[in-house]
């Protein structure tokens, strides 16, 4: 199994960026599958973004889509998501989230998560 560690989160003001990052041990990550994933104050655990294992592939959800780019370097075990144009509803912890099968992670049952970083947009 891989170990997940997230970092990059922080204040920002609306319509600015942020890059987190998720750096992975253990297994070979290059064979898994990872993601993105968000839980607001009081609200369920949402999916963000996935990428395939080969970073070919990917998947958004229609909230972020067009303003959140996710990407990994696989010789760096390391995950990115690059956030633009940030909006004060974009505030959460945001986890990241890696399984050998792609229909885990985007399902939101990865076998692995990582402990998450705090995002917070300001209006």
């Known amino acids: 199994q891989v170990q997940l560690v997230e970092s990059g989160g922080g204040l920002v003001q609306a319509g600015g960026s942020l890059r987190l990052s998720c750096a992975a041990s253990g297994r070979a990550f290059s064979v898994y599958a990872a993601g993105w994933f968000r839980q607001a104050p009081g609200k369920e655990r949402d999916f963000i973004a996935a990428?395939?294992?080969?970073?070919?592939?990917?998947y958004y959800a229609d909230s972020v889509k067009g303003r959140f780019t996710i990407s990994r370097d696989n010789a760096e075990n390391t995950v990115y998501l690059q956030m633009n144009s940030l909006k004060p509803e974009d505030t959460a912890v945001y986890f990241c989230?890696?399984?050998?099968?792609?229909?885990?992670?985007?399902?939101?049952?990865?076998?692995?998560w990582g402990q998450g970083t705090q995002v917070t947009v300001s209006s």
């Open positions: 990428i395939s294992f080969t970073g070919t592939g990917t």
């Open positions: 989230a890696a399984d050998p099968r792609w229909t885990m992670v985007v399902g939101g049952k990865s076998g692995a």
